[in-house]
């Protein structure tokens, strides 16, 4: 990648919409049908780009969705001194001159993912300044995993106004290799680590670590930059320090999360899609619970999904649990076809505490859930009936289109700041498909909102 080519700022994609104050109208009832591009996974592209910054090189990735969250983490990147230059879904970062280990307040409180490029930051510089995360509000959500096991690394590390300060004393710099058990199977903290060990000095061992696809996506972009690691993909992570790593080209995995909500509105609509590219294999629970509810779904191709149409849904029970189990991420949809299934299904989320808060607001569409503690009693209905609703997450707002697909009448969704975070273009790409879905801008939506008021 040539100098010149690289922009000081990143570009960001036209296609994203800024305004909260837009809102969706879809008109529901219709079937879909076709094909649907499925994009590049938002919790690899998100701490991928945190991992680019262990590099002082150049790292092109290929992939990469369209997503709000995208271009929030790529403007953190910028503010501490790295270069970015986007096309279309490729995007060149070069963290070769890190100029600051500060990233700033308002962009890292938008979303979950910035918080995890402390790591590299420490890592790259031996001391980063990152404020306390945002994402979706579906729980307390604390950093105390990552927090442990950078100490356990020998980091200096404070909370205070916000912010966690992390630093390394002494005249090394580098971080200590060191074994970390996880008392949970964090994600992020498991990504935090493997990120600070790569260019540790000595081993460090993650036990307990998570097993998600997008861990394992994180880790193959390290080997690639000539980081050692094994056992990604398992409970035991292992990480051999080396002093550098190199300049690398590395293409995104398919969004399980995106695939796993269009297969929802194929059974939710009674139609028959077809997806790609997908890795089946990241969807094992969510296609095993589809076929329990009566959707059929054949392997077409090794990445090409076939869902075809569905009589009859019946209800199933769901827990959500780390990888390999239900994934939380697909819960709130799930929700949504539940709810129109026959008979009473029970759902329990079981990774975050307060992750039931669309059951409400899929209430308002004729939908009979009551919640309980961290589990919610789906009792199966007919038919939806559209009504005005909000969007209070970024799979809340999945949930609330997956049922306005299939609801009688005008569902109008609020909150599309939340969508906007982890969809790429979830609207465009539903249209494509025969569904009559429209964006409102924030003008239009105002005369809209007013009317219904
Ligand atoms: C950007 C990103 O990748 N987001 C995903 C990531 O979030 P994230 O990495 O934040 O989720 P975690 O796996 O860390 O959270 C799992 C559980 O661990 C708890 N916990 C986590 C860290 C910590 O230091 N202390 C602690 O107690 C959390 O509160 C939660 O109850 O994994 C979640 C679980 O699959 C997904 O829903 C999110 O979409
Ligand atoms: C919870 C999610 O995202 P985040 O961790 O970025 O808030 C999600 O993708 O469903």
């Known amino acids: ?55 002082s090189g150049d790292c092109r990735i290929h992939n990469v969705p369209k997503l709000a969250d995208v271009e929030r983490m790529g403007q953190v990147l910028s503010a501490l001194g790295v270069r970015l230059k986007r096309d279309d879904t490729t995007l060149e970062i070069n963290a070769s ?35 306390l995360p945002g994402g979706c509000a579906i729980g ?48 992020g903290a498991t990504e935090t680590l493997m990120m600070a060990a790569t260019l540790a000095d000595g081993e460090t061992i993650i036990e307990n670590a998570a097993r ?25 992570i292992t990480i051999q320090g080396v002093s550098k790593l190199h300049s690398t080209e590395y293409s995104i995995i398919p969004d399980r999360i995106e695939t796993g909500t269009f297969l929802v509105a194929g059974a939710i609509t009674r139609s028959e899609l077809s997806l790609s590219p997908v890795v089946p ?3 094992i629970p969510v296609i095993a619970k589809l076929r329990d509810i009566g959707v059929s779904i054949i392997e077409e191709a090794p990445d090409c999904l076939r869902i075809l149409k ?7 029970d769901i827990e959500t649990l780390p990888h390999p189990g239900f994934p939380t991420d697909m819960q709130a949809p799930f929700m949504a076809l539940l709810a129109l299934a026959e008979g009473d299904s029970i759902i329990n989320e079981s990774v975050f505490e307060n992750r039931l808060r669309h059951a409400s607001e899929l209430n308002r569409l004729g939908a009979d859930i009551r919640v309980k503690g961290n589990a919610a009693f789906v009792k199966g209905v007919p038919i939806l009936s559209g009504a005005p609703v909000l969007a209070t997450d970024l799979r809340a707002a999945a949930a609330l289109v997956l049922a306005g ?17 982890g969809y790429d273009q979830l609207d465009i790409k539903l249209q494509k498909l025969g569904a009559k879905i ?14 219904v008021k």
């Open 1 to 55: 990648m040539e100098d010149s080519l690289i922009n000081p700022s990143l570009r960001l994609p036209d296609a994203i919409p800024q305004a909260d104050s837009s809102v969706l109208q879809i008109w529901g009832g219709q079937s879909l049908q076709g094909h649907v591009k499925i994009s590049g996974a938002k919790n690899s592209a998100l701490v991928i780009m945190a991992g680019a910054l262990l590099c």
């Open 97 to 131: 001159e890190l100029t600051s280990s500060k990233a700033p307040y308002e962009l890292v409180t938008q979303l979950r993912a910035s918080f995890f490029a402390i790591g590299a930051i420490l890592a790259r510089l031996g001391i980063a300044q990152m404020p």
């Open 140 to 187: 307390a959500r604390p950093v105390d995993l990552h927090v442990r096991g950078l100490q356990a690394m020998g980091a200096e590390v404070q909370i205070e106004h916000g912010i966690c300060n992390a630093y390394i004393p002494g005249n090394s710099r580098r971080l200590k290799g060191a074994k970390i058990y996880l008392d949970i199977p964090s994600v």
């Open 212 to 236: 998600e696809p997008e861990v394992v996506d994180l880790a193959n972009l390290c080997i690639s930059m000539g980081a050692q690691i094994r056992g990604a993909g398992t409970s035991t």
């Open 281 to 283: 294999d990241h969807l």
């Open 310 to 316: 569905t009589q009859n849904l019946k209800a199933t």
């Open 405 to 421: 697909l299939a609801a009688s009448g005008k569902t109008t969704i609020q909150g599309l700041r939340h969508l906007d975070r």
């Open 438 to 451: 429209q964006r409102l801008s924030s003008t239009d939506s105002d005369a809209v909102l007013s009317s």
